[in-house]
């Protein structure tokens, strides 16, 4: 078992689609429903109607596993669900280099969201802020007794804030925060839920007028970290030393740390990884990606969400830090059996668990991108594995996509138009 449990599964991507199903089946013991989950999209036409409106059909995605993950000294197979090629292979070659140190190692906050209350036509803007946190466990035990499961299970309403915005478009603005314990759920229902339960109580004490009642997707009471080393030997190609690649990943990091247009970008690869985690799972990757770019911006300049720099041994270090609002419970993770087996995989055990390996896999995902961009480029190793869609696109299936990306590979000419007379020249000879 102790074999079976080791996430650095040599040549998986070599494998075949049904000996690759059968070790993530030995690896989170999948039933045979599980596995069938894998091979389509894990929700049924009848479960699709029901999810959301004017349902046609259903839309499918690669579901994939990143291999090599080591965080917090526990092995890790990381699901992930995206249709950009390169992205995978990526995340599990980075994480091999991170293990080789010892893996990642990773920390979260508590599972604590804001809900956020609008305030307006205040009689006594200036005072009625302290006016009502004067009286916060008045409010806070009101939010309780409201109900709710999260509450039964010992989340629930933690603490309030109030921010005053005098003078806006639409006059003096008074802005309560309810802080929210959501537990192992990404809460969103649960606080908004809250928040109209208390704005009865708000407008009473405050005399003014409630009109936004909504959480905010900026969770940064919920952050998640990931850090890891990478020795600088493991870093050299055939035409860079590995202290020269450790300096150029450097300088590149440093740049989007600067440049709100390089961080765009840099912050768009780390979200490559943490989204494709998020879809696997169930869950909101919008709401996810919404918190990241506001986090990357806190401070009002737009940066990167990573830090690299070289220590005192010449070696890589890597740090992330990011808000991540996750669930193992409620939502789709309900209804969609692709997701229950994505958690299933991953054998977590809370919220704040999946938001530490989603974490690790966007520090993974950041290196590896950031590290082609510093030596050889983006494109040589994208391309190979794009060659494969480009075949596919001609009309290709099966080993003959295979072969047709193999030979646009070979003639260093990945394009469609390239892909189709191969295509039709093999159809031509058979």
């Not at 989170?28 to 069938?36: G, H, K, N």
């Amino acid at each position: 078992m102790d074999e079976v449990k080791r996430s650095a599964i040599g040549q998986f991507y070599k494998k075949t689609l049904a000996e690759r199903q059968a070790i993530a089946a030995a690896w989170a013991q999948l039933s045979e429903a599980d596995v069938q989950a894998l091979s389509d999209s894990g929700l049924t036409p009848s479960q699709a109607d029901l999810m959301i409106e004017n349902v046609i059909g259903r839309y499918s995605l690669p579901f994939a596993l990143a291999t090599n993950f080591l965080i917090n000294s526990r092995d890790y197979l990381a699901p992930m669900v995206i249709e950009e090629p390169s992205v995978v292979a990526a995340c599990s070659y980075a994480a091999k280099l991170f293990r080789e140190s010892g893996g990642f190692t990773a920390s979260s906050d508590e599972s604590v969201m804001i809900g956020q209350l609008q305030v307006l036509d205040l009689p006594d803007f200036e005072n009625a802020g302290a006016r009502l946190l004067a009286r916060k466990q008045e409010i806070l035990r009101a939010v309780n007794d409201s109900g709710g499961s999260i509450a039964a299970r010992g989340g629930g309403a933690l603490d309030l804030e109030a921010r005053s915005f005098p003078a806006t478009a639409i006059g003096d603005m008074l802005v309560v925060h309810l802080l929210y314990d959501t537990r192992d759920a990404m809460g969103a229902n649960a606080i908004n839920s809250a928040l109209e339960a208390v704005a009865p109580l708000i407008k009473r004490m405050t005399g003014g007028r409630v009109n936004l009642r909504i959480l905010s997707n900026l969770s940064d009471r919920r952050l998640a970290r990931a850090s890891g080393m990478i020795p600088a030997q493991a870093l050299a190609t055939d035409s860079a030393t590995g202290e020269q690649v450790v300096d150029a990943i450097v300088e590149a990091a440093v740049f989007a740390e600067v440049d709100p247009y390089r961080a765009a970008t840099h912050n768009k690869g780390i979200m490559n990884g943490i989204d494709a985690v998020m879809l696997a799972t169930g869950n909101d990757w919008r709401a996810v990606e919404a918190g990241a770019h506001a986090y990357a911006a806190r401070d009002g300049r737009y940066r990167s969400l990573t830090r690299w720099r070289k220590d005192e041994a010449g070696n890589l270090q890597g740090a992330i830090e990011v808000p991540l609002a996750t669930g193992i419970v409620g939502g789709a993770t309900r209804v969609h059996h692709g997701a229950k087996v994505a958690l299933k995989l991953l054998g977590v055990q809370s919220a704040r668990e999946l938001a530490e390996v989603a974490a690790a896999v966007g520090l993974a995902q950041n290196f590896a991108a950031i590290r082609a961009l510093a030596t050889d480029g983006i494109q040589a190793g994208h391309m190979r594995l794009h060659a494969r869609q480009l075949a596919l696109a001609a009309g290709a299936i099966g080993a003959d996509a295979q072969a047709v990306a193999r030979q646009l590979i070979d003639e260093d000419c990945i394009r469609l138009e390239r892909a189709k007379e191969i295509v039709n020249e093999r159809k031509r000879e058979t």
